[in-house]
């Protein structure tokens, strides 16, 4: 097989996620062969209560061989999980499963290259706790790579990148500093020019409403401006900082590639609005490319059959070139 396999972790068992896989697969013709891990006890009740069939080539982790891989069949490493029934409540029970899923698909990309690896939604509560602030820094942290990766929303048309995660408001401003946005932004340029093409154009926001405080230092001042000042030196194309406000607005963004944010709801909510589910998260600065489709376990919608495949499907689009 010439094409490097997508590696998948169906994540959160109790989830919306194998429902759009089977959307997905179905939809998108996907030419890279694909390693699922995951229950085949789950998968297999899931597959028959939404009406799918697909065929699948039962593997072992141990004897991979890429060649005998194929994109006719779903290739399925069996995670051994004792489920009751296919849809119930998410729990700390699902916790050993999801980090063994995880665990199989990083030995996965040691032992043979792949295109990427994409997960399904994880319940940050239960999996994570207090260990981690989301799964960008849980991978981070499986890989020897802590504090060199960064999390890009991403569109083709316009992508978000925020500096800080998963963090409460009032902690926010004291993990900023000049040097991580400097790193962050180099992060994002090198991503763009070696998997893009490009060199991106990137706008900055300001932590403080219309980038002011009323204090007599702000961020702004101390940390955002001198970052842009010195990564304009170093030919970077950035500029701002701007007001989160109106960075958004049409006859504004139009002009980047990519607006970075102090923290999460900054730039996150506005990339929703602007996209909703047209849009992927992408972790940078790992030994591999890392995609998940930009939405939660969904645990309302388990089993209803009606949730939106589309970020899996570009999540696909994006890995399957």
Do not use: W
């Amino acid at each position: 097989m010439k094409f490097k396999p997508i590696i998948i972790v169906a994540g959160e068992p109790y989830s919306v996620f194998l429902e759009i896989f089977f959307k997905s697969f179905t939809i998108n013709k996907i030419k890279k062969p694909i390693i699922l891990i995951v229950s085949k006890n789950l998968f297999l009740m899931q597959m028959k209560k939404f009406g799918f069939n697909f065929k699948i080539n039962l593997i072992n982790i141990n004897e991979i061989k890429v060649n005998s891989l194929t994109n006719k069949k779903i290739n399925l490493i069996d995670v051994n999980f004792k489920f009751k029934k296919p849809f119930d409540k998410i729990s700390d029970k699902s916790n050993l499963y999801i980090n063994n899923c995880f665990t199989i698909g990083l030995n996965i990309i040691k032992k043979i290259q792949c295109a990427g690896l994409i997960n399904g939604p994880i319940s940050k509560k239960n999996f994570l706790k207090t260990n981690f602030l989301g799964i960008t820094e849980y991978l981070a942290h499986k890989t020897n790579k802590k504090n060199k990766v960064a999390m890009l929303i991403y569109n083709k048309i316009l992508s978000v990148s925020p500096i800080t995660t998963h963090l409460p408001l009032k902690h926010v401003h004291k993990y900023l500093s000049k040097n991580k946005i400097i790193d962050h932004v180099k992060l994002i340029d090198e991503f763009y020019k070696k998997n893009l093409k490009k060199k991106p154009k990137i706008a900055i926001t300001g932590l403080n409403p219309h980038c002011e405080s009323n204090y007599k230092s702000s961020e702004e001042d101390n940390i955002i401006k001198p970052a842009i000042k010195s990564l304009i030196k170093k030919k970077y194309r950035v500029h701002g900082p701007f007001p989160a406000d109106t960075i958004f607005l049409k006859e504004t963004l139009k002009n980047y590639y990519v607006i970075i944010g102090m923290y999460h709801d900054q730039v996150l909510a506005p990339i929703k609005t602007l996209f909703g589910f047209n849009a992927i998260n992408i972790t940078f600065g790992l030994p591999f490319i890392r995609i998940s489709p930009d939405h939660g376990p969904n645990v309302k919608m388990l089993g209803k059959n009606l949730s939106n495949p589309k970020s899996l499907i570009e999540s696909f689009k994006f890995l399957d070139k």
